[in-house]
């Protein structure tokens, strides 16, 4: 099994992310903004074409993503 990219965001960062129903593909680490519901699973990703795209409760809930205080990695 491929390993699972996982993203840190801010707070405001993720509130766009739902707001904007972008999804997140676990794969490339790109984000679709092919209006993903918020529970969405395996969507195709349009970047790499893999199905490995998901909502961001979805993503939330599996811990696909992690809510930081601030971003570090820049």
């Known amino acids: ?13 993720l509130e766009e992310f739902r707001e904007s129903y972008s999804g997140y593909c676990t794969e490339c680490g790109d984000f679709t ?16 074409g893999v199905e490995s795209v998901h909502g961001a409760e979805n993503a939330l809930i599996m811990g696909m993503l ?6 570090i990695d820049q």
Request: one cysteine or more; a negative charge.
């Open 66 to 71: 992690h809510v930081v205080a601030e971003r």
């Open 33 to 48: 903004t092919d209006q993903c519901e918020p529970d969405a699973e395996n969507y195709e990703c349009t970047e790499c």
């Open 1 to 13: 099994m491929a390993k699972v990219k996982r993203l840190r965001l801010t707070i405001p960062e």
